[in-house]
């Protein structure tokens, strides 16, 4: 894609280039587990109501469900979310499903409140088999914490778990 960029005084043509992804698709397969993080554009506050949540979180366990996977810990902050999702099967494909959650929230966003989208990429981390699952989580679960909206995570609704009981931890 091609785009006329002034220069001066004359115009010239630049290439605008997108980044890849930048892990091999091959390694977001199986029984994995993968934390993600996707942000609002802009960063605009818009998560942090029920209303919103319930949905998201519909689509959320609908993503999962396509793509055999597991979240042991979801959080929806206000201007992002965390995810903490494991493949259940060799057929699990991690990306693949966070594809699909950011498409059908999006479309939703499209249709409920326009103004919002997410931003086009988001962060992720493969767990190496040696890292604390258990870490990870609770690493997410203190967001609401760190940025000051409850003083103890159990406090903050908008989170779940479909291996979990949070609850009891």
Same mark, same amino acid.
């Given at each position: 894609?091609?785009? &006329?960029?002034? !220069? =001066?005084?004359?115009?010239?043509? %630049?290439?605008?280039? $997108?980044?890849?992804?930048?892990?091999?698709?091959? &390694?977001?397969?199986?029984?994995?587990?993968?934390?993600?993080? =996707?942000?609002? !554009? $802009? *960063?605009?506050? %818009? /998560?942090?109501?029920?209303?919103?949540?319930?949905?998201?979180?519909?689509? /959320?366990?609908?993503?999962?469900?396509? @793509?055999?996977? #597991? =979240?042991? %810990?979801?959080?929806?902050?206000?201007?992002?979310?965390?995810?903490?999702?494991?493949?259940?099967?060799?057929?699990?494909? /991690? &990306? !693949?499903?966070?594809?699909?959650?950011?498409?059908?929230?999006?479309?939703?966003?499209?249709?409920?409140?326009?103004?919002?989208? @997410?931003?086009?990429?988001?962060?992720?981390?493969?767990? *190496? $088999?040696?890292?604390?699952?258990?870490?990870? !989580?609770?690493?997410?679960? #203190?967001?609401?914490?760190?940025?000051?909206? %409850?003083?103890? @995570?159990?406090?903050?609704? &908008?989170?779940?778990?479909?291996?979990? #009981?949070?609850?009891? @931890?």
């Amino acid at each position: 894609m091609r785009r &006329l960029k002034p !220069a =001066a005084t004359k115009w010239t043509m %630049v290439k605008i280039c $997108e980044h890849k992804h930048r892990l091999s698709p091959s &390694l977001y397969k199986g029984s994995i587990i993968v934390s993600f993080t =996707a942000c609002i !554009a $802009e *960063r605009r506050p %818009v /998560l942090n109501e029920m209303t919103i949540y319930q949905p998201l979180s519909q689509m /959320l366990f609908n993503s999962l469900k396509k @793509w055999n996977c #597991d =979240a042991h %810990v979801f959080l929806f902050m206000p201007d992002h979310c965390h995810l903490l999702i494991q493949g259940n099967t060799d057929n699990s494909n /991690l &990306l !693949a499903f966070m594809k699909d959650f950011k498409q059908r929230s999006g479309y939703w966003f499209s249709k409920n409140i326009p103004n919002v989208r @997410w931003q086009k990429d988001f962060y992720d981390h493969i767990l *190496r $088999e040696d890292e604390d699952i258990k870490k990870q !989580a609770y690493y997410i679960l #203190d967001n609401p914490v760190r940025k000051g909206l %409850v003083s103890n @995570w159990k406090e903050y609704k &908008l989170k779940g778990s479909t291996i979990h #009981d949070l609850n009891k @931890w």
